[in-house]
């Protein structure tokens, strides 16, 4: 099996790719790799745990996957540096491929330099798509799936005209209306007009557009996003429906994340936050079937590099009218909670191509904020979907 990563380079994908040699070469164990449960015995019949893995970057393209491992182990100690050395021979053979950036906003262009993208190679939109296709269909086989985990992308506006059909979509790019598309939407683009699924970890727009859902039923890839569900955001989703089941109205709901590494660097940009925000706040609302207060907010704090912390307070009335009061800390190393994330959607969505499964998977949401096509946001309710699923299609 290959996994294409769309920031390649970044410390999700970097770790993910450690995590999976590691386990090949049975270093480790399989803790954290929802795809091991025994609930879904069998899926590596269809998407076996052995991945061959390529991307894109827009940084450091001099550097090879060792080099970078290394730079960010150096930053975070996150796991056992005899992992690192055990991997490198692999780590090192695997490069980037030079990306894009646009309309990535001030929090990528400024947050992350130097970077080198190809709109700077003074490319057109026809062309950017060329040379992502080529670099996809020259690593890709019929067994590769695409995962989204480059930097946040500002919101972009709909527009029905380029956004709200296939012909629409091709026309902006054809017409090189660079104001009009995302990095996100070209890679959901490339991925989907070439059969390869796509997954997007980010709260970017990526294939959440009519056009690009309309392609992938046209062409019959599965697709599923957005924003991986990985540390407060978890918490929340399993967390909200207590309150519900026991009939406790919730007054308000804050919660206030800190985060350093580069991560933090680009959410640190308004621009940039905006849509990670909206991610993050509205789960509480669709699952409690009412809009408590709330705050959410997200502050960038450099020491911490890549060990994000979420500080939630919860308000809420009881019995008689009694008010009272919740609190939780989740303290975490990102990547580490994410990277076996992007490994069981990887193989979850190749199950699915080869079931025949087309357009967006909605029994994926389990892994997202923000799940496209479907209203439920309670990961109890979530999970069991994702088992139905799997059981009834295996």
């Not at 052995?50 to 001099?62: K, P, S, T, W, Y």
């Amino acid at each position: 099996m290959k996994i294409w990563f769309f920031g390649l380079y970044g410390i999700v994908a970097s770790t993910a790719v450690v995590g999976s040699i590691a386990i090949k070469k049975g270093l480790i164990n399989r803790t954290g790799l929802v795809s091991e449960l025994p609930e879904f015995e069998g899926l590596s019949d269809y998407a076996p745990l052995n991945f061959e893995f390529g991307g894109h970057e827009i940084r450091a393209l001099d550097s090879n996957l060792y080099e970078i491992s290394e730079e960010h182990w150096e930053l975070n100690k996150h796991f056992d540096k005899k992992l690192l050395e055990k991997t490198k021979n692999e780590l090192s053979k695997i490069k980037a491929q030079k990306g894009t950036a646009i309309n990535c906003g001030k929090g990528v262009l400024e947050g992350l330099k130097p970077i080198s993208t190809l709109e700077e190679d003074g490319l057109t939109l026809k062309e950017i798509v060329e040379r992502i296709e080529e670099d996809l269909t020259s690593f890709a086989d019929e067994n590769t799936v695409a995962i989204n985990v480059a930097s946040t992308e500002p919101n972009i506006t709909y527009d029905e005209e380029f956004h709200g059909s296939i012909e629409g979509f091709e026309k902006a790019i054809r017409e090189d209306r660079k104001d009009k598309v995302t990095a996100s939407m070209l890679y959901a683009y490339a991925c989907l007009r070439n059969g390869i699924p796509y997954a997007n970890f980010t709260p970017s727009v990526g294939s959440n557009i009519p056009a690009l859902k309309k392609l992938a039923e046209k062409v019959g890839v599965p697709h599923a996003g957005n924003d991986g569900k990985t540390g407060e955001t978890l918490v929340k989703t399993t967390l909200a429906p207590m309150f519900r089941y026991r009939n406790l109205h919730v007054l308000g709901w804050m919660g206030y994340n800190i985060l350093g590494d580069l991560d933090g660097k680009v959410l640190s940009y308004e621009q940039n936050k905006k849509s990670k925000i909206s991610s993050k706040d509205k789960v509480v609302g669709k699952i409690l079937g009412y809009s408590p207060y709330t705050i959410t907010e997200i502050n960038f704090f450099p020491s911490l590099q890549d060990n994000k912390t979420a500080f939630d307070f919860i308000h809420y009335e009881g019995f008689l009218g009694t008010k009272m009061k919740f609190y939780f800390i989740w303290d975490a190393i990102d990547a580490i909670v994410a990277a076996p994330l992007t490994l069981d959607i990887a193989r979850f969505l190749l199950f699915a191509k080869k079931k025949g499964v087309k357009g967006v998977v909605r029994e994926l949401s389990f892994f997202f904020k923000s799940p496209m096509e479907t209203e439920e946001y309670n990961i109890h309710s979530q999970f069991q979907e994702l088992v139905t699923w799997f059981k009834e299609l295996r």
